[in-house]
């Protein structure tokens, strides 16, 4: 029996439906072929939670070390394609900058300057959440930490949604634009010119502290920033996509601000920035009854794992009191959990804060601007593509 005949959901399965509304063509996956072959992805797809979850955790099984993965190819070797001692020492490189002690007692103040600043410049100008304040928090806060001062926050945004742009096209099996190559050699060149400057943040404490080899920091750096800036955006665009959507939660938040970490989780666990991660499979290995070949790419749902109703009750509902919202795999479990998740935390709960804020003092409040609303869209990466909002009057609150 090939593979079409012994998973014909899978077999039928389109990069459309994927990119535009997936989640009907991930329940049925995982209620009836919980591991799969996509054909339009020529990768097996884990969409059960317990199996993600045996998948993200088993690195020796299930590994990024592979010349085949997508990220790697386009920005270079990184903590994200490396496994065992590398991978720590890579990753160790950035551990100190990301702790939750230093987020909480260095970073979240400027962060919130920020979101406050970039929050009433959104407002009075384009009325734009992604452009106008998720995109341009992330950009200066992971800019701001690397020691990237002087770099254009609007030019780096650009590179990233190139960046994103390629690494989708590597995946669908089209060609990748030539000029990537001198986009990232332009990122690079501002990375090689702060290793030589005594006082740039977490690129100076890299050349010093000698964890990694001169020649391995500008693809890291690269790496870093890439998470930092393409998910984070999307992270907080599509937790005001949320709660605009529902406006009901928006209006909880307004008198009690200690649920916007519920919020928050709720819109992880819903709409994760990135839909799935990569795997290719170290030997041949039986993940759910099924016999996944040595070498095979194996894709990971995190959508899927974390719409999965054995885990979560009524799982396509946005439910800021759901008890175990944070059981979501959005950051990713096991070594290659996500190394920026407090940050990336703290500027959405201060893009939130600053709206509730903004509200408060101005006695107005804001909404989706309906005739230009958009969905949360993209194969890999999801976001609303834009979310305008409109401002009036506060009644009846």
Same mark, same amino acid.
């Not at 590179?159 to 590597?170: H, M």
């Not at 190559?181 to 740039?200: F, G, H, N, P, Q």
């Not at 096991?334 to 990336?344: D, E, Q, R, Y």
């Given at each position: 029996?090939?593979?079409?005949?012994?998973?014909?959901?899978?077999?039928?399965?389109?990069?459309?439906?994927?990119?535009?509304?997936?989640?009907?063509?991930?329940?049925?996956?995982?209620?009836?072929?919980?591991?799969?072959?996509?054909?339009?992805?020529?990768?097996?797809?884990?969409?059960r939670?317990?199996?993600?979850?045996?998948?993200?955790?088993?690195?020796?099984?299930?590994?990024?070390?592979?010349?085949?993965?997508?990220?790697?190819?386009?920005?270079?070797?990184?903590?994200?394609?490396?496994?065992?001692?590398?991978?720590?020492?890579?990753?160790?490189?950035?551990v100190?900058?990301?702790? &939750?002690?230093? +987020?909480?007692? *260095? @970073?979240?103040?400027? $962060?919130t =300057?920020?979101?406050?600043?970039?929050? #009433?410049?959104?407002?009075?100008?384009?009325?734009?959440?992604?452009?106008?304040?998720?995109?341009?928090?992330?950009?200066?806060?992971?800019?701001?930490?690397?020691?990237?001062?002087?770099?254009?926050?609007?030019?780096?945004?650009?590179w990233?949604?190139?960046?994103?742009?390629?690494?989708?096209?590597?995946?669908?099996?089209?060609a990748?634009?030539?000029?990537?190559?001198?986009?990232?050699?332009?990122?690079?060149?501002?990375?090689?010119?702060?290793?030589?400057?005594?006082?740039?943040?977490?690129?100076?404490?890299?050349?010093?502290?000698?964890?990694?080899?001169?020649?391995?920091? &500008?693809?890291? +750096?690269?790496? *870093? @920033?890439?998470?930092? $800036?393409? =998910?984070?955006?999307?992270?907080?665009? #599509?937790?005001?996509?949320?709660?605009?959507?529902?406006?009901?939660?928006?209006?909880?938040?307004?008198?009690?601000?200690?649920?916007?970490?519920?919020?928050?989780?709720?819109?992880?666990?819903l709409?994760?920035?990135?839909?799935?991660?990569?795997?290719?499979?170290?030997?041949?290995?039986?993940?759910?009854?099924?016999?996944?070949?040595?070498?095979?790419?194996?894709?990971?749902?995190?959508?899927?794992a974390?719409?999965?109703?054995?885990?979560?009750?009524?799982?396509?509902?946005?439910?800021?009191?759901?008890?175990?919202?944070?059981?979501?795999?959005?950051?990713?479990?096991?070594?290659?959990?996500?190394?920026?998740l407090?940050?990336?935390?703290?500027?959405?709960?201060?893009a939130?804060?600053?709206?509730l804020?903004?509200?408060a003092?101005?006695?107005?409040?804001?909404?989706?601007?309906?005739?230009?609303?958009?969905?949360?869209?993209?194969?890999?990466?999801?976001?609303?593509?834009?979310?305008?909002?409109?401002?009036?009057?506060?009644?009846?609150?």
């Amino acid at each position: 029996m090939d593979r079409a005949e012994q998973f014909p959901i899978g077999a039928e399965v389109t990069v459309d439906e994927l990119t535009e509304t997936p989640y009907e063509v991930l329940d049925r996956l995982r209620l009836h072929e919980p591991v799969s072959f996509l054909p339009a992805l020529n990768a097996w797809w884990i969409t059960r939670r317990d199996l993600a979850l045996e998948a993200m955790t088993n690195a020796e099984t299930f590994t990024v070390d592979d010349d085949r993965f997508t990220t790697a190819r386009i920005l270079g070797t990184s903590m994200l394609n490396l496994d065992g001692p590398e991978h720590v020492r890579h990753r160790s490189a950035f551990v100190a900058p990301f702790r &939750p002690k230093f +987020v909480r007692e *260095v @970073l979240e103040a400027q $962060i919130t =300057t920020a979101a406050t600043r970039l929050w #009433n410049e959104t407002v009075s100008g384009s009325g734009e959440i992604r452009t106008g304040i998720a995109g341009p928090l992330a950009v200066e806060t992971i800019l701001d930490l690397m020691g990237l001062d002087d770099v254009d926050s609007t030019e780096v945004l650009s590179w990233y949604s190139a960046f994103g742009e390629a690494i989708t096209s590597l995946t669908v099996g089209a060609a990748v634009p030539p000029e990537i190559d001198s986009t990232l050699a332009r990122l690079k060149s501002y990375v090689e010119t702060a290793m030589s400057i005594d006082d740039a943040g977490v690129i100076t404490d890299l050349v010093t502290n000698g964890v990694l080899r001169r020649d391995e920091i &500008p693809a890291a +750096v690269a790496v *870093v @920033l890439f998470g930092a $800036i393409e =998910t984070s955006e999307a992270m907080t665009t #599509n937790a005001f996509w949320h709660l605009l959507t529902h406006p009901e939660s928006w209006h909880r938040l307004r008198s009690d601000r200690s649920l916007i970490p519920h919020a928050i989780n709720e819109s992880l666990r819903l709409e994760p920035a990135a839909t799935w991660v990569d795997r290719y499979t170290t030997t041949n290995v039986e993940l759910g009854s099924v016999m996944i070949p040595s070498g095979e790419l194996v894709s990971i749902s995190l959508l899927g794992a974390n719409r999965d109703p054995d885990a979560f009750d009524n799982p396509g509902a946005f439910d800021i009191d759901r008890p175990n919202l944070a059981q979501h795999v959005t950051f990713v479990k096991g070594p290659h959990a996500c190394l920026g998740l407090h940050v990336a935390r703290a500027e959405t709960q201060a893009a939130i804060e600053a709206a509730l804020t903004w509200e408060a003092e101005t006695g107005q409040a804001i909404a989706l601007e309906h005739e230009r609303a958009q969905s949360p869209h993209g194969l890999i990466f999801r976001r609303p593509e834009h979310l305008h909002i409109t401002s009036g009057e506060r009644r009846g609150y």
